[in-house]
């Protein structure tokens, strides 16, 4: 008798869980970091700097997060010239042989108290024109993963050889699937409600004359931190994805998402 009840229980409680689960994924902000605006939708420039090897990748990952009731994205001329430098109020988007560095793509995201003030999103042409990357769904996946940290958004799952959640926010060994992890999913879009449903009394979001928002030094808004060694502290890191965060004091933090090499 006391067998069956704790199977019952067993049962009702995997029902419960899997009832409870989709609500549990929804909820991948990275500490509640946002863009400041003030009011949505809001449109952030993604600055193109890549190659046209990666130019329909780039235009598929702005259609897709343009989705999104809260955000649009539109391509403007990067400004990131040959380092990926970042600009103010916006998301840079790169592409180059960066070297056998280890990392495939790499997010650096700017913030300030709790406002995201510039991004960066690199794809390293080192690791994509090997077989093992030169594919069209890993270029999706990076693509599309990395611009998203720069709105806010984390992964939603780490683990490389479970069953693909449908999402580029899943990091995953099989980005064809089935289900596919090439593009934004539902529960992507309902954590970016979740994010942006607040409206602020500054904006962060296209200051391109500015290069300064908030209380933010100008070594660090203006700096390059590309090199593993520039990442501060490391917060987590399985192998695969990576995340690391460095504090320049004054509320003033840089994080790097970083996609392992295989
Ligand atoms: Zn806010
Ligand atoms: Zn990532």
Not at 117 to 132: I, V
Request: hydrophobic share 35%; aromatic share 10%; glycine share 10%.
């Amino acid at each position: 008798m006391r067998m069956v009840r704790t199977v019952v229980l067993s049962l009702g409680l995997l029902l419960l869980s899997a009832v409870l689960l989709p609500r549990v994924l929804a909820n991948h902000s990275w500490g509640g970091y946002h863009w400041a605006r003030t009011a949505n939708p809001f449109t952030l420039k993604l600055g193109d700097n890549v190659s046209s090897a990666w130019k329909a990748y780039l235009s598929e990952a702005s259609t897709d997060w343009s989705v999104s009731s809260v955000l649009d994205t539109t391509i403007v001329a990067g400004n990131g010239g040959k380092n990926c430098k970042a600009t103010a109020g916006r998301i840079e988007v790169c592409n180059r042989k960066y070297g056998n560095n280890g990392w495939l793509g790499l997010a650096q995201v700017w913030v300030s108290s709790t406002h995201i003030t510039q991004a960066l999103a690199k794809m390293n042409d080192t690791y994509f024109t090997t077989n093992t990357y030169n594919k069209p769904e890993w270029r999706r996946l990076v693509m599309c993963q990395e611009i998203a940290h720069g709105f806010g958004l984390d992964h939603q799952d780490e683990a490389f050889d479970n069953t693909n959640l449908g999402t580029c926010m899943d990091y995953t060994s099989n980005p064809l699937g089935p289900p596919s992890n090439e593009h934004p999913n539902a529960h992507d879009y309902e954590e970016l409600e979740i994010i942006y449903a607040h409206l602020d009394a500054i904006t962060t979001v296209g200051q391109s004359t500015a290069r300064n928002p908030g209380n933010m030094p100008e070594w660090v808004a203006a700096g390059e931190f590309g090199n593993a060694s520039d990442w501060g502290k490391e917060i987590r890191n399985n192998g695969k994805v990576a995340l690391y965060e460095r504090d320049f004091g004054g509320g003033n933090k840089l994080f790097s998402f970083v996609i392992f090499a295989r």
